[in-house]
């Protein structure tokens, strides 16, 4: 007799037979999945030998910049230095703040501290445009100093050295001359206070006069003739 699968029994076979087909299949497809992988990875383009180290040098030196303590290449060492300190003008108010500069004293003084003359020059004209500097209230100023210890021809001296002008200098020479006598007598007083009583005194009194820059003249009135040698 003969056996024929009801439908419930075929439908049980084909589940069977399905699942046997999942279980053989499925490891295969792992396997080519897994050599697919391999295929793909195996196709990458290697990377070549000498271009990974001139990649490698080129991060390194990188690097070596970014922690450069100078912080700085090649050409950063042709830069000048950046001046330090106050500006020249700010130097040269400074010191007219202190007293009065003449003109050629002054730019002696910032000389030191500029890189040409021209920015002297032009730092000069800037202050005596603006009523900073001032070579005639400056030879004011040195007479006046100057006026109770010294007699004119060390006075006029030291305002020709310090560049003032000709006209200015023989102006005020002629007002120092005018109270020579009377400067030369405190000066003398103060110091001796008494006639020279033999040629070796009045010629140490003459000295002393004559080296604060008085007048022969004027010397001769104070201390008497003395002796015609």
Same mark, same amino acid.
């Given at each position: 007799?003969?056996?024929?699968?009801?439908?419930?029994? +075929?439908?049980? !076979?084909? &589940?069977?037979?399905? #699942?046997?087909? %999942?279980?053989? /299949?499925?490891?295969?497809? *792992?396997?080519?999945?897994?050599?697919?992988?391999?295929?793909?990875?195996?196709?990458?383009?290697?990377?070549?030998?000498?271009?990974?180290?001139?990649?490698?040098?080129?991060?390194?030196?990188?690097?070596?910049?970014?922690?450069?303590?100078?912080?700085?290449?090649?050409?950063?060492?042709?830069?000048?230095?950046?001046?330090?300190?106050?500006?020249?003008?700010?130097?040269?108010?400074?010191?007219?703040?202190?007293?009065?500069?003449?003109?050629?004293?002054? +730019?002696?003084? !910032?000389? &030191?501290?500029?890189? #040409?003359?021209? %920015?002297?020059? /032009?730092?000069?004209?800037? *202050?005596?445009?603006?009523?900073?500097?001032?070579?005639?209230?400056?030879?004011?100023?040195?007479?006046?100093?100057?006026?109770?210890?010294?007699?004119?021809?060390?006075?006029?001296?030291?305002?020709?050295?310090?560049?003032?002008?000709?006209?200015?200098?023989?102006?005020?020479?002629?007002?120092?001359?005018?109270?020579?006598?009377?400067?030369?007598?405190?000066?003398?007083?103060?110091?001796?206070?008494?006639?020279?009583?033999?040629?070796?005194?009045?010629?140490?009194?003459?000295?002393?006069?004559?080296?604060?820059?008085?007048?022969?003249?004027?010397?001769?009135?104070?201390?008497?003739?003395?002796?015609?040698?």
């Amino acid at each position: 007799m003969s056996w024929k699968p009801t439908p419930a029994s +075929a439908d049980r !076979l084909r &589940a069977k037979l399905d #699942d046997e087909f %999942e279980t053989v /299949a499925k490891p295969q497809g *792992l396997c080519r999945t897994s050599d697919a992988r391999r295929e793909q990875e195996g196709a990458a383009p290697a990377v070549d030998a000498d271009q990974w180290q001139r990649s490698s040098e080129a991060r390194g030196a990188g690097r070596g910049r970014r922690t450069d303590p100078a912080g700085s290449d090649a050409s950063a060492g042709d830069a000048k230095p950046a001046r330090k300190g106050p500006s020249l003008k700010m130097r040269a108010v400074g010191y007219l703040s202190r007293r009065e500069h003449a003109r050629e004293e002054l +730019a002696r003084k !910032l000389a &030191a501290h500029a890189e #040409d003359a021209a %920015e002297v020059e /032009a730092v000069l004209d800037a *202050l005596q445009k603006e009523g900073w500097l001032s070579t005639e209230r400056f030879a004011q100023s040195l007479v006046h100093r100057r006026a109770s210890r010294q007699g004119a021809a060390r006075i006029v001296q030291e305002l020709r050295q310090h560049g003032v002008d000709d006209n200015q200098v023989a102006e005020l020479r002629d007002q120092l001359r005018a109270t020579e006598y009377d400067r030369a007598l405190e000066v003398w007083k103060k110091r001796f206070d008494a006639k020279p009583d033999d040629r070796a005194v009045y010629a140490k009194q003459a000295r002393f006069l004559a080296s604060r820059g008085f007048a022969h003249d004027v010397i001769r009135r104070i201390l008497g003739e003395g002796d015609e040698d």
